[in-house]
């Protein structure tokens, strides 16, 4: 009588014991899954993508500017479209500013310092800017400052501060460039740049 009754006890906490760690498997896989999906709070990708440009200050250069009252504005129209003409380098001395280490620029989209003249880049999904461009392209780009990603691209050139930005993560680039890659395309082929005066 007593095995009797041992025995469906046994099978009963033996069914127990294996739907509870059925269980806890299932809530770690999901706990992973919503773990690796979190894109660090933000609802997606492109929207965590979205905020690292804006924090990361990328408007500020690759953005052109429109004069207010209150100074340079950013242009909504020009979103990351980089330097599109309507503002010239800073008309100034060239060899002075080299021979005396100075940095100027007018629209923070087109610089002059000891390297030349540079202008930034279109970074919209249009195919003048970034819109050709693979994702590993991009990190490469940043990770080791070259053009267009490409090993035998030319450096960029400051002011872009990819020896900072090199630091980001591969989510965290990853997350810039599927944002980037939603841009309203822009064409903008934007200037090459300019070595240093040499008069």
């Given at each position: 009588?007593?095995?009797?009754?041992?025995?469906?006890?046994?099978?009963?906490?033996?069914?127990?014991?294996?739907?509870?760690?059925?269980?806890?498997?299932?809530?770690?896989?999901?706990?992973?899954?919503?773990?690796?999906?979190?894109?660090?709070?933000?609802?997606?990708?492109?929207?965590w993508g979205e905020h690292l440009v804006t924090v990361s200050a990328c408007h500020d250069c690759h953005t052109p500017k429109k004069m207010t009252a209150h100074g340079p504005d950013?242009?909504?129209?020009?979103?990351?479209?980089?330097?599109?003409?309507?503002?010239?380098?800073?008309?100034?001395?060239?060899?002075?500013?080299?021979?005396?280490?100075?940095?100027?620029?007018?629209?923070?989209?087109?610089?002059?310092?000891?390297?030349?003249?540079?202008?930034?880049?279109?970074?919209?999904?249009?195919?003048?800017?970034?819109?050709?461009?693979?994702?590993?392209?991009?990190?490469?780009?940043?990770?080791?400052?070259?053009?267009?990603?490409?090993?035998?691209?030319?450096?960029?050139?400051?002011?872009?501060?990819?020896?900072?930005?090199?630091?980001?993560?591969?989510?965290?680039?990853?997350?810039?460039?599927?944002?980037?890659?939603?841009?309203?395309?822009?064409?903008?082929?934007?200037?090459?740049?300019?070595?240093?005066?040499?008069?």
């Amino acid at each position: 009588m007593k095995k009797t009754i041992v025995l469906p006890i046994l099978i009963a906490l033996s069914f127990l014991i294996y739907s509870c760690t059925d269980s806890k498997t299932e809530g770690a896989t999901s706990a992973t899954a919503t773990e690796k999906n979190n894109y660090a709070g933000f609802e997606n990708q492109v929207k965590w993508g979205e905020h690292l440009v804006t924090v990361s200050a990328c408007h500020d250069c690759h953005t052109p500017k429109k004069m207010t009252a209150h100074g340079p504005d950013i242009d909504s129209a020009f979103f990351l479209a980089g330097h599109i003409g309507t503002t010239p380098a800073p008309d100034v001395n060239r060899k002075e500013m080299q021979d005396k280490g100075y940095t100027v620029t007018n629209d923070l989209t087109s610089w002059v310092g000891q390297w030349g003249i540079s202008y930034t880049a279109n970074l919209t999904s249009d195919s003048t800017g970034i819109g050709a461009w693979k994702e590993d392209q991009f990190i490469y780009a940043i990770r080791n400052g070259k053009l267009k990603g490409l090993a035998t691209g030319r450096d960029l050139l400051p002011p872009m501060p990819w020896q900072m930005y090199r630091n980001m993560t591969d989510d965290e680039l990853k997350a810039i460039f599927a944002y980037l890659k939603t841009t309203k395309p822009i064409k903008n082929v934007v200037p090459p740049p300019v070595p240093p005066a040499t008069k």
